[in-house]
């Protein structure tokens, strides 16, 4: 990281109580003033290029953080605008901070945005990726209890899985059972959230046959349950999606747009770099700032899959629609519209800065 870069970012620590979230948005540059979306930078204007003095962006967006500091000035972060870094993660702590006011981006899988637009909330998504060879390389494999037998998508029925409907996980179940030709009238669907070691410890107390598990998470299952009869099973379908996304008062404020333009690119960078930088991350980021041990940062990195960064977000929305009609009937949610959560002035940024760093290799 630049002198420069090091400058301008803060760290913004996350705190969980929204109340004391609330009491910080009234100086955070998340900023602050509710916007009802009728003012501002129009949806269909170009994108402003020139950002203002004294522009700031909230970002809860932990692993490319750590890809700016460690790449240096192989990425492009001479910002024009100063960034508070929050230590948030994941769709529920994401959505709260918006809620509060005191971010402005977030980084989550493909339904947090759907499931913060059915709660009422007003977000866009700016980018997306995804695995250019995720048939090999799943997000989540379903991994059985010790002694269920599990050796195709149709042994899923009368069985008990795990499910968190606000999740990618819970997505994921839908569109396996829809795959299987199964209903939820076929299984038992048993709500679970999807953090942690939850799924994993379901599994092996035998509170449930069947879960979604992926990462270092699966690995360390299967290493220690495999014996007694644990398996996995990889279901076919994609699982990859990715997304920058926050409030839609964000890209309306036009100083924030011109800002949002310059990260996203910025972002898609640090998608290249960490791929090809696999041992590097494997020791800085895995190792040295999560704790994990060699052989998990070693599995991470065998499994890491060649991110795909579309300039053109017609077939992701045409996807995410089609998991959004699937969430909607099952559990009885509103119909919407997904290219309506997509705001498309930014995939060329994100398509065409990828490019150019796969190229500059």
């Known amino acids: 990281m630049t002198d420069d870069m090091t400058h301008r970012t803060r760290r913004l620590p996350f705190l969980a109580a929204a109340a004391a979230l609330v009491l910080l948005a009234s100086g955070c540059a998340a900023g602050a003033e509710a916007d009802d979306g009728t003012g501002g930078l129009a949806p269909d204007a170009a994108l402003p290029t020139e950002v203002p003095a004294g522009t700031t962006l909230a970002i809860g967006d932990p692993t490319t953080q750590k890809a700016f500091e460690l790449a240096g000035d192989a990425i492009d972060t001479d910002f024009d605008f100063e960034i508070e870094w929050a230590n948030v993660s994941g769709g529920p702590q ?11 981006i977030g980084a989550v899988a493909e339904i947090p945005a759907v499931h913060a637009a059915w709660t009422g909330l007003d977000v866009q998504i700016y980018a997306s990726q995804y695995r250019e060879d995720w048939q090999e390389h799943p997000v989540y494999e379903l991994a059985s209890a010790p002694g269920v037998e599990l050796d195709d998508l149709a042994d ?6 795990a499910f968190s409907p606000g999740q990618a996980q819970g997505a994921l179940v839908l569109k396996v059972l829809r795959e299987a030709g199964l209903d939820q009238d076929d299984v038992e669907l048993v709500e679970l959230p999807s953090t942690g070691d939850v799924y994993p410890t379901a599994l092996a107390a035998g509170e449930i046959d ?9 690995l360390r299952y299967l290493d220690s349950y495999g014996p ?12 990859d ?20 333009r310059q990260y996203v690119a910025a972002w898609a960078q640090a998608r290249v770099w960490i791929y090809e930088h696999p041992e590097i991350w494997k020791e800085k980021y895995y190792v040295e700032d999560q704790g ?3 052989e998990d940062a070693q599995y991470l990195v065998d499994t890491a899959a060649r991110p795909e960064i579309p300039a053109d977000l017609t077939e992701g929305i045409a996807r995410t629609q089609d998991t959004v009609d699937l969430l909607a009937a099952e559990l009885d949610r509103p119909e919407l519209v997904a290219a309506d959560l997509f705001d498309e002035r930014f995939g060329p ?4 800065a990828a490019e150019q760093a796969w190229g500059a290799r």
């Open 210 to 218: 069947v879960a979604p598990v992926g990462g270092t998470a699966l």
């Open 156 to 161: 899923l029925r009368g069985r008990r899985i």
């Open 241 to 260: 999606p990715g997304h920058l996304y926050g409030p839609t008062a964000v890209v309306r404020d036009p100083a924030k747009a011109a800002a949002l």
């Open 292 to 294: 994990l041990t060699e």
């Open 94 to 104: 994401t959505v709260e901070a918006f809620n509060a006011g005191v971010l402005d």
């Open 349 to 352: 940024v994100a398509g065409e």
């Open 228 to 239: 007694d009869g644990a398996t996995s099973l990889r279901h076919g379908l994609r699982d």
